[in-house]
């Protein structure tokens, strides 16, 4: 089964910067496209907001909240994707998540199976 973990979260200034990263691990899979998510502290349910989604044979699209402060990195050979914050906001406090849209198969087998993975989180605070 495919896992995902994010590091890198923390408490930072208003104005400075993070970088936050994703790693899959697993058996045999491919990572098709890996997306950041955030849930900002008092969101009622479990609405996460979508950051940013990556092709990983492409490019990323960003939201207008983060474009231009935010970018995001792949190192495709360690099946981790980074996302590099900049002038970060008190706005920007919340659990950062990463999910992938995977597809996963065992030695000997024939057919891929699709699927999504969620990562645990990781905390971003941003205060003075």
């Known amino acids: 089964q495919v896992q995902l973990v994010e590091s890198g979260g923390g408490l930072v200034q208003p104005g400075g910067s993070l970088r936050l990263s994703c790693t899959a691990s697993?058996?045999?899979?491919?990572?098709?496209?890996v997306s950041w998510y955030r849930r900002a502290p008092g969101h009622v349910g479990d609405y996460r907001e979508l950051?940013?989604?990556?092709?990983?044979?492409?490019?990323?699209n960003y939201a207008d909240s983060v474009k231009g402060r935010f970018s995001v990195f792949k190192d495709n050979a360690k099946n981790t994707l980074y996302l590099q914050m900049n002038n970060l906001k008190p706005e920007d406090t919340a659990v950062y998540y990463c999910?992938?849209?995977?597809?996963?198969?065992?030695?000997?087998?024939?057919?891929?199976?699709?699927?999504?993975?969620w990562g645990q989180g990781t905390l971003v605070t941003v205060s003075s």
């Open positions: 999910k992938a849209d995977a597809r996963e198969t065992e030695a000997g087998a024939v057919e891929w199976r699709s699927l999504e993975v």
């Open positions: 697993g058996n045999i899979f491919v990572l098709d496209i």
């Open positions: 950051l940013t989604v990556t092709q990983m044979n492409g490019g990323t």
